[in-house]
């Protein structure tokens, strides 16, 4: 697994700044608002949810897949851990204030802020973004002030704003209540970002729906496109109170 590859389990963090180098705050209160009335999606709610399956990564050409282990506790860890071959490649600790990644295969570790990680991925980065994406939850404007605009269209409603000169999309099913498909472009760099989410079943232990299979697809002006395909064979939710171990061995170089 290539250095570019185990960077990208953190590819939610990635999508939303692929389509541009903006602004975008680091301390966002964003996922503890309600969604807007007119707004027909309800998010997936829980207190811990763990999540197991496979990632598939083909960037230029070059595909490489990986077990992954996806845990979160709501508005507050997300933990993620990625092995090849039964043996850990990778692991991430993020919280709102800071992200730290353990790349086991060369023996390093990265530690800092959304600052940090953004200069690290050339992106923007915040929490609520990460969350929402891998949730397949609505994601609303980052300034309370913007107002989405709603618009039905039979069994589908398109949910558009703008924010930080990106256009953002969400097509939510209604018969669902689930966001189907979100898009970021940014209409100066021509660079764009599809993530559909499909194969939604019931979870277990609360009657709300959540997509086991989520392909996103990130185009960059006029290069080919970078897609990862997340399929999950197991979804918990509130099943048990979750663990997110993380520590830097001995001998570990910090990435600078």
Not at 128 to 154: C, F, H, R, S
Not at 192 to 217: C, G, I, W
């Amino acid at each position: 697994m290539s250095k570019r590859i185990a960077l990208s389990l953190l590819l939610a963090a990635t999508v939303f700044g692929s389509c541009a180098r903006k602004s975008v705050p680091t301390k966002s209160e964003v996922s503890k608002r309600p969604v807007p009335e007119a707004v027909r999606a309800t998010n997936v709610e829980f207190r811990f949810l763990s999540a197991k399956g496979k990632a598939q990564f083909d960037y230029q050409g070059n595909q490489q897949g990986a077990n992954i282990n996806v845990r979160i506790r709501k508005d507050s860890v997300i933990w993620i851990s990625a092995s090849l071959i039964g043996l850990e490649g990778v692991r991430a600790y993020i919280t709102r204030d800071s992200v730290q990644v353990l790349d086991k295969l060369h023996r390093e570790y990265y530690a800092g802020d959304y600052a940090y990680l953004s200069k690290r991925l050339n992106v923007p980065v915040n929490f609520d973004m990460l969350q929402a994406l891998l949730l397949g939850n609505y994601l609303p404007p980052i300034d309370a002030a913007t107002e989405p605009k709603v618009v039905t269209e039979g069994d589908m409603q398109r949910v558009n704003y703008e924010q930080a000169n990106l256009l953002v999309q969400q097509l939510i099913e209604l018969g669902k209540a689930r966001v189907q498909q979100l898009t970021v472009e940014d209409p100066a760099s021509q660079n764009k970002v599809t993530v559909d989410y499909s194969d939604f079943r019931v979870l277990e232990r609360m009657p709300q729906s959540f997509a086991h299979n989520t392909l996103l697809q990130i185009q960059q002006g006029q290069a080919k496109p970078t897609t990862v395909t997340l399929s999950y064979r197991s979804v918990d939710v509130d099943k048990e109170r979750l663990q997110f171990p993380f520590s830097i061995p001995k001998g570990y170089a910090r990435k600078k």
